[in-house]
């Protein structure tokens, strides 16, 4: 009897000890890519996070529960439904892709640091708690908030409909004016924001009057968000253009709504076809919604072809020519697909220039995409490619988002075997990115392995260095 007790404590401590280890070592997914398949099939886009992840804190806006359906199975979108939770609403998944939200009873105003720093995104519950309960505190995003990826435009907007803002501890804390609500104003970005327009159009709904957004963002997340705001008996009119009105009510109810289909996750569905000399059906998207996208990636030889308002055939049967492009906010070429057309670029005949004209510093692709053989020249915020020039796999690391995709997109033409370190990044966006490309003809796996010691602190040098510069976008 005793010692089948000690056996049982030992066998406790060890499970304990080996977990902790690998806790403390931490476990890094990797995705492992042999390059040279074509793509062949079709593939199924899924929901828009960037239009989810609004649409889910526009249901801090009341008591009634909003239910979406068409959310992307994204970590982002964990992250969200946490920091609902964490407030105090209710997050129900009667099915994977549909959320009811229910945010009948908040007791906590506030978006805590451990989130803010994982997903800026979660500063868009400052509008919608503002104007319903007029006070909220939401951690500054990881220290770069004031420098290179602020939300000052935010801040200054909640200032102008009579709100307190106040930095404390490194939190924003805002507050409504006395009688709890707050005042409709006129505010015109200096800078096109779209989260910025999201969070001053969600405050907007429930504020005193009529509010005018000009220079407003017109990206179809913003539209898609309206519809949603609209459903809930807000009033808000010109959602798309780049001046907004809401006319503010006293409250808002409950609504179903379906998010729009991810137009970034097609725009890189349609460069790995063209890429991989492959030939792709991708529905459920939006084609109306890539228009500049699709002019683009047409303008340098890929065949765009699209056979309903949902689905597009695409393929490149006669090779890809260099064309410049420059990022600018929608309607024009996105910042999000800027990382994927560079590689693209790689396999072109000719000098490509890219222009980052949105954010500082989104080359960190770069740098990885010249260890596996490219041809890309940095200055400022402009990037010479020269093609084509084959490329071959090599150990490389993710550093955000959109430039992990672009190193999935790499991995697929390039020699040999890409290992992609640090591919959480591309799990806050893509869903089951590397099940749909190998259902498409990719050979792709992800590697789930315990990081050893070593390994670990030659992976944080490399990371050390990818991000001297202080590069680190959460986007
Ligand atoms: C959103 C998207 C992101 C996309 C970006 C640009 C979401 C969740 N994310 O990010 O995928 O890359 O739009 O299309 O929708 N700026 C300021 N002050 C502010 C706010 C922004 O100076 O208060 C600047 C930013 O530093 C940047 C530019 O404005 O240079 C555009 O940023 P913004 O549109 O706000 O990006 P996000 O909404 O964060």
Redo the contacts with the bound molecule.
Sequence with gaps: MFLCSLCLFVAKWFLCLFVACLTLSGIVDKFRVTGGRELHGRVAISGA??SA??CMAAALLTPETVTLHNIPYVRDIITQRRLLEDIGATVLTPELRTHKISAAHVELFEAPYELVKTM??SVLALGPLLARFGKAKVSLPGGCAIG????????AGFETFGAEVKLEAGNVVARAPSDGRLRAADIHFN??????T?NLMMAATLARGTTTLSNA?C?P?IVDLADLLNKMGARVNGAGTETIQIEGVESLGGAEHTIIPDR?ETGTFIVAAALTCGELEIKDCRPDHLTAIIEQLRSVGVVIREVNPTTLEVSCPDGLKAGHVTTA??PKF???MQAQYMVLMTQAQGRSEIVET???NRFMHASELQRMGAQIHIDGRSAIVDGPSPLNGARVIASD??ASASLVLAGLIAKDETLIDRVYHIDRGYEKIEAKLRAVGADIERVIAPVTATQSSEFNLQVASLQESKLKLE?
């Design positions: 996070k960037n992840l609004p800026r995104a290179t990826r602020p939300i000052d435009l935010h801040l800078k096109v924001t779209v989260t910025g999201e963002a990206e997340e970034i906010p929608y996105p910042t999000d949105v954010f500082e988002l959109r986007l």
